[in-house]
């Protein structure tokens, strides 16, 4: 029996992390699974996750609560909501359009295989709603 049952994605939560790592911030994967990473600064890990402490036979040890992307990203000021969503994946996240997890893409690269990236908002929202959330905060 292994203690360590898989890895939870850990991203910097600041005002530098880029919509893909907040999306993907606090998912659960299994021990074979491999991280994606993105080009660029991808400053996340693999935290590992432990069978609780309840399975190993203790009492009452206490929980890891992790904290959503999504909400952590509700708690930032505007500027930073804009720099990560930009203005109008921002307006159309507020409005309840899409989900941060709406936002994680999965791409090969040549150079660098299976990679990560974040979807622009035509892709999340096609381009025709797109377009009216980008006039809405022109
Ligand atoms: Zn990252």
Known sequence: ????????????????????????HGTEHGVDEEMITHPGNCRCAKSPITQSWSDLGFEDGGEVVIQRG????????????????????RAAWLDGRFELADMVGVKEDDLLGTIGYRKSLDE????????IYKRLVA
């Open 70 to 89: 999504d909400d952590w990203l509700r708690g930032q000021s505007q500027e930073v909501q804009e720099r990560i969503l930009g203005k109008a994946g």
């Open 124 to 131: 999340i929202l096609g381009s025709v709603e797109a377009a």
């Open 1 to 24: 029996m292994s203690v360590v049952i898989g890895w939870r994605w850990s991203a910097s939560l600041d005002s530098l992390v880029c919509g893909f790592c907040l999306a993907m």
